[in-house]
């Protein structure tokens, strides 16, 4: 749907107006790879949403646009090369994240610590709670891919391979974007649900 020196837009698949594909153009295995996140690396986040907006290839038709990017999990990841999914986002999460976002940070290094569940839905639509690790940013222009790997899984001892990322808008305040990082063995406080190794629970596809 659209080809430039460093990445592609694709169709998802799905055969809905909601479900696209940024796909960089070098060979990038996916969210581990450790180019993503280097001085080098194109703003891929950056660009998903721009190619997301209406009169672009890309353009999600949804109330809210999600974008997402999965773990290496061998059980999600059904391709070896990166990609960053374009997609609605499930009715009920933007206000679940406005409910919130008093106690969402903006400072990346509290980001590992800000765990907030958020009831997503499973490719039948049943209601399905995880807990997502959860910033605020006030644009796109960083490299989440960096933010991610400084803050989150450098600091904790994670594993790259593991973690999830999606974008959302923020709705309310002086707007910006919420970032969510989960990952299966997420340390969640007591009574919260575990975290997860996909963004299907959060992202609209069909």
């Not at 709705?171 to 989960?182: E, K, R």
């Amino acid at each position: 749907m659209r080809t430039t020196p460093t990445y592609v837009i694709l169709n998802g698949g799905s055969g809905s107006n909601h479900d696209y594909l940024l796909v960089p153009s070098c060979r990038i295995s996916g969210i581990e790879c450790p180019f993503i996140a280097s001085a080098s690396a194109p703003n891929y986040w950056l660009e998903a949403w721009n190619n997301a907006q209406p009169g672009q290839p890309g353009h999600v038709v949804y109330p809210h646009i999600g974008l997402g990017v999965n773990s290496a999990d061998p059980a999600i990841r059904q391709q070896d090369q990166l990609h960053i999914h374009l997609a609605g986002i499930h009715s009920g999460i933007q206000t679940q994240l406005n409910n919130h976002d008093s106690t969402i940070t903006n400072a990346p290094s509290n980001w590992r610590n800000q765990i907030v569940p958020i009831w997503g839905l499973t490719s039948t639509g049943a209601p399905a709670p995880r807990s997502y690790r959860v910033l605020h940013v006030a644009n796109l222009n960083q490299n989440l891919f960096t933010l991610l790997r400084d803050s989150v899984v450098l600091p904790t001892g994670a594993t790259m391979a593991a973690q999830i990322l999606a974008v959302t808008p923020r709705l309310i305040g002086n707007g910006g974007f919420y970032v969510l990082n989960s990952e299966p063995g997420l340390p969640v406080p007591p009574g919260q649900p575990g975290g997860t190794g996909t963004v299907d629970f959060l992202l609209a596809y069909a």
